[in-house]
């Protein structure tokens, strides 16, 4: 979304006024189709039914009616929805995500506490629904499926100051192919599918596609080995049916009381491939460190920003005391860090996938156990010829194939190389 969509506040003596909201073209309100209608059943699992009750351009449209938006022909790019997240919040009209820029819907109202009730209300079970009457601290993550229509949201409900606040994401309906995806050479995601042990980290900031390599990675495993694979997930975002490997798929809080719990589980169940959703305490990296050095495939996922940081934050979740012989295990048990960033594409819309690539050779694998993080960044520099990369890199590669522009290239880096390689400084 260029910057010429938002207007400026240039007189320094006033309090700058909020800029106006781009909107969508094209994106008015249509009639519902007969499906979403509000005699749509409850699902057996606790969900009511759909009201309509959101004013928006003289018509009043139910969640369904809103969730529909994600599967309009116009915003798709190669099968995938350039809308990924829907916000809702007291006082404000609701706001899609489009290609990374939160924009509203023309002639949307305000939503009201009772209206957003009425519409997030019918996505949750009755526990969660209970849940969140019960106490405004915390949050709720849960995942729905509307079978009708194919699509499956991962949803958060939480309180701030005006009551409550909802972000809801859509998850493709197809599961990419990993020659699609975007890897920078195919001889990085090959190397993942064929490993029998190790463990795979995918890192990156909240809606950079973490979730979707993922899947592209089980799916192709799936497809093409007889092996056991077990996921462990907060909540079940892409549903795997098996294939020639046997899948069980097991939801936090549905079917697990932790990720340590289910890791614990599952090294009694005979996986060969085991996801853990994310790394977010000691315990279970300790126990996916031991699962990936006791012969199985580990695939899990961070919140960093590089790949220098998921090495970093994984060592630094354990006391000082344990800090060496943890960086020492991890040394053997890391096989790759795959870090990730959504970049607009300059050719179209939509997004592109940019990466950065750490493999775990001797070089890396001594900065590990040495703790000399701030080294990592330049080997992985300097051991191209290894099939590693820094994101940096192949944000210059995707820009000088006219992939992206320039200005996103500059904007998603995370040092000044880019600047560098485009004659720029400051």
Known sequence: MSSDHYSQQNDEDEPSAPAPLPTIPGLEPKDPPHSMSPDTPADGMGHTKPDPVYPVGGRILSIFDLLRRFTEPAYMVAGMSRLSDLHLTIGEPLRYRFDGELVTLPDAFPITPEMMERLVYPLLTEANRNKLRESQVGSIDAGYEWAQERLSFRINVFHDRHGLAVAIRVLPRRIPSLESLGFPDASVWKEIVDASQGLVIVTGVTGSGKSTTIASLLQYINRHRGARIITLEDPIEYVLESEKALISQRELGRHISSFADGLRAALREDPDVIFVGEIRDNETGALALSAAETGHLVLSTMHTRDTRGAISRL????????????????????????????????????????????????????????????????????????????????????????????????????????????????
Do not use: C
Request: proline residues 3%; aromatic residues 6%; hydrophobic residues 45%.
């Open 315 to 426: 060592v630094d979740m354990f006391p000082g005391s344990r800090a060496k012989e943890l960086a020492s295990q991890l040394s053997f048990a890391l096989s790759m860090v795959v870090g990730q960033k959504l970049v607009p594409n300059f050719e179209g819309g939509g997004r592109l996938l940019a990466m950065e690539i750490l493999k775990n050779q001797p070089a890396i694998s001594h900065l590990i156990r040495s703790g000399k993080w701030e080294q990592i960044y330049a080997t992985i520099e300097t051991h191209r010829s290894a099939g590693m990369l820094t994101l940096e890199r192949h944000l210059i590669s995707l820009a000088e194939q006219g992939k992206i522009s320039k200005e996103a290239a500059l904007r998603a880096a995370n040092t000044r190389a880019v600047h560098a390689a485009f004659g720029m400084s400051g």
